[in-house]
């Protein structure tokens, strides 16, 4: 098994400028508040300290990237290998230009919402209920109150396992619901999306409904993760998971929501195991009542407790 010592070993002769933390604790990177340890997390300094780090990094290592943590669960085994948390200026900026918006794969979801409101450019509001980052919009075709990452993406930029520089086209994306075709192993740093020119008035009461009903339906001040499953073809996950009889289901310290019952939450003290656990029971339920085989939406990263 690799260790911490080893990695920072390997990547030593890289001479990275980003930060490199062994044995570092990321249950207070998720919003579930659960999980161990990342066995080195690095925040690399922009693209090209990214590059040199996979460049150097041994084929035999795995890697993990996380964003803001909104829609994971870190199991409480940890994280084996390194991962990889974008950050900073170099990942985190909007730049705009007519029509088309450059934002960094580090920046949130309703911020990029936002930005494009500012500029008058519509298409892009439903990306304020979404409490993601745009990195992990465009692994998951990201979407909400009727719009997705498909909509308005042009292309995306991602350095491969190598190191090595791709940009991708709309097409080599491969969307299709709540799914990207794109390599594994690809790690995005930018997207480009295009809106259309819009009233900056009509988009942001967009966003005030779409804000509102999200609040109105989602239990937002919780510690959980977002949608559970992903809703199965012509149906919704949350009408099944309550036709199962599991909402308010419980497990350790962790629940199904009473508010929306595809939402998991933290009620304080839960482990990761709890709400996998929690998930997996509210799977084998919904087998068993409906026939219907849910999917996990969150991604779940790591290794269980020994």
């Known amino acids: 098994m690799t260790t911490s010592a080893a990695i920072l070993a390997a990547l030593a002769p890289a001479a990275l400028r980003g930060r490199l933390l062994p044995d570092h604790p990321l249950a207070d990177l998720t919003w579930f508040r659960v999980g161990g340890p990342a066995d080195v997390l690095f925040t690399p300094a ?11 990094l041994p084929a035999e290592v795995p890697v993990t990237v996380i964003g803001l943590g909104s829609n994971l669960i870190v199991r409480d085994g940890g994280v084996p290998g390194l991962v990889i948390r974008l950050g900073g200026k170099a990942f985190g900026s909007i730049a705009i230009e007519g029509e088309t918006i450059r934002a960094g794969t580090a ?30 919009a465009l692994r998951m075709n990201a979407g909400a109150h009727g719009g997705e990452t498909t909509d308005v993406l042009v292309e995306a930029r991602a350095v491969d396992r190598k190191g090595a520089l791709h940009v991708l086209s709309h097409a080599e994306m ?22 259309k020119p819009g009233d900056r008035a009509s988009i942001e009461a967009e966003m005030d409904r779409v804000t509102a009903a999200r609040e109105a339906a989602q239990p937002i001040r919780e ?18 998971v309550d036709a199962a009889g599991c909402r308010g289901l419980t497990r350790g310290g962790a629940q199904v929501s ?25 799977r084998a339920r919904v087998r068993e009542t409906s026939g219907v085989e849910l999917h996990w939406e969150i991604k779940r990263i790591g290794v269980p407790a020994r």
């Open 174 to 195: 491969g969307f299709a619901y709540r799914h990207c075709a794109a390599p594994a192993d690809l790690i995005f740093t930018q997207a480009t999306y295009r809106g």
């Open 258 to 282: 009473e508010m929306h019952c595809n939402f998991l939450i933290n009620r304080g003290g839960a482990t990761a195991a709890d709400i996998e656990g929690l998930g997996e029971e509210v």
């Open 107 to 136: 920046v949130p979801d309703m911020k990029l919402a936002r930005a494009a409101a500012e500029a008058g450019l519509d298409g892009l509001a439903f990306y304020r209920g979404i409490p993601g980052s745009v990195g992990g």
């Open 46 to 56: 922009d693209e090209e300290d990214l590059a040199a780090a996979l460049a150097a």
């Open 223 to 240: 510690r959980t993760g977002g949608s559970t499953f992903k809703n199965p073809d012509g149906g919704k996950a949350w009408q099944l």
